[in-house]
């Protein structure tokens, strides 16, 4: 037996021992990637078949196809120009924060403290549904709002 034997037996032996190597998420993606795809509509298909082959999982093929949603958008479809961001001051009661949201109609709102410069968190209008026809109009925006 020479030496190139025994080092091939001991890297089998290896391999035996350690069980099957679990592939990173980067040479799974670079393994789907081997299929050239010629459009978008094929790289989506990669994507949705590499889910259904278990190298990616559900979430995972969610952002990728988001990302390449996004990068189709422009930042002006996304984003509101400052001059129309509707914002929410930190001594806000319940009533005012509740009267600004059904008019405004956002999901989420920065929290300010001087001006739209001091941004202190961002409030998510989702939050002040428990606090809807309860008693307590004590709301502290701090604890609500995210802080950034």
């Known amino acids: 037996m020479n030496s190139d034997d025994n080092s091939s ?5 290896k391999e035996k021992s350690e ?7 980067f040479e799974r993606l670079v393994q ?7 459009d978008r509509q094929d790289l989506v298909e990669v994507i949705r ?3 259904e082959n278990d190298l990616i999982d559900h979430d995972t093929r969610d952002m990728l196809e988001g990302v390449m949603e996004i990068a189709e958008q422009r930042v002006r479809d996304i984003m509101i120009p400052r001059s129309h961001m509707v914002t929410v001051e930190r001594n806000y009661d319940l009533d005012s924060l509740i009267n600004l949201i059904t008019d ?4 989420r709102y920065p929290v300010i403290s001087e001006d739209k410069d001091h941004v202190e968190g961002i409030l ?3 939050d002040l549904i428990k606090y809807l026809g309860s008693e307590s109009q004590s709301l502290r925006l701090a604890r609500l709002s995210a802080q950034q």
Do not use: I
């Not at 789907?32 to 010629?38: R, W």
């Open 9 to 13: 037996s001991k890297e089998n032996s």
């Open 19 to 25: 069980g099957p190597s679990r592939k990173s998420f």
């Open 49 to 51: 078949d590499s889910e």
């Open 124 to 126: 998510l209008a989702k």
């Open 32 to 38: 789907v990637f081997q299929v050239d795809p010629k």
């Open 104 to 107: 405004a109609q956002h999901s």
